[in-house]
């Protein structure tokens, strides 16, 4: 099987990350799935944004976790990348998942639940309930660094494909693969570089795989997917190096 390409909130290399603008762009180059991050807001909306705080990304300055929604839609997500995408907003899920179902999207949604630094209470149970409720035609995909998260996503979502994010332990990840909670390992390229001759017989999807030399680094070793900022490029050489 190919190597899964799989969009780093969206096409980030070239598009605002984590904005409708980049998950389009990684559509429309094909990517194989999308990866994406969910917070909580003040009032308790699912928003769509990497950081804790909104002062990388747009022209505010605060926690995502104290300002409400109405409050966040009036930042700019997009100016600080160009001109061009000026007055680019910060989406929420469900706005995101519309978008991906109006475009039929039917490759993988990775969605990380960012709990490892702020423990959003309840937000399991309400991303759990939303998936519930919303028929999709995409293969829906939880991960989490915290290892709480990943316990409660499964008990909420047992039939859901879970995976653990790491960037160098691995002792939760290897528990949870044991137990059968989780179904991937997703460690970063640096841990998968450093682990070359023993590498786990489980599903690796790492991330950020940017360059050239760890694109043909993770195809030659067929690994299950990588997760990167340039899907176009990682699409093209994912076809010198595997075909298809």
């Not at 993988?108 to 519930?132: C, H, M, P, R, W």
């Not at 995976?163 to 390229?189: E, G, M, V, Y």
Request: hydrophobic content about 35%; overall charge positive; proline content about 4%.
């Amino acid at each position: 099987m190919l190597t899964q390409v799989i969009a780093h909130r969206g096409s980030s290399g070239i598009r605002p990350e984590n904005t409708i603008p980049a998950f389009i762009k990684a559509i429309e180059e094909g990517a194989d799935g999308i990866e994406t991050d969910v917070h909580l807001s003040k009032d308790g909306a699912m928003i769509i944004m990497h950081d804790e705080t909104v002062d990388r990304t747009t022209n505010g300055t605060g926690r995502i976790f104290d300002k409400t929604l109405s409050e966040l839609k009036q930042l700019d997500a997009g100016a600080y990348f160009g001109y061009e995408y000026l007055g680019t907003r910060i989406p929420t899920l469900q706005e995101v998942v519309e978008l991906l179902i109006k475009m039929d999207f039917k490759g993988e949604f990775n969605l990380e639940l960012k709990t490892d630094k702020i423990q959003y209470s309840g937000i399991e149970a309400q991303v759990a309930k939303y998936f519930k409720n919303t028929e999709i035609p995409f293969h829906l995909i939880y991960s989490s660094f915290r290892p709480k998260t990943v316990q409660l996503i499964h008990k909420l979502c047992p039939e859901t494909e879970a995976a653990s994010l790491f960037k160098l332990r691995t002792k939760s990840a290897k528990k949870f693969a044991k137990s059968k909670l989780i179904q991937d390992w997703h460690p970063s390229i640096a841990w998968v570089r450093s682990h070359r001759f023993f590498l786990p017989r489980i599903q690796l999807r790492p991330w950020t795989v940017n360059s050239e030399d760890d694109m043909r680094y993770c195809y030659k070793r067929k690994l299950k997917g990588i997760i990167t900022d340039y899907p176009e490029r990682a699409l093209s050489i994912r076809r010198e190096v595997q075909g298809g």
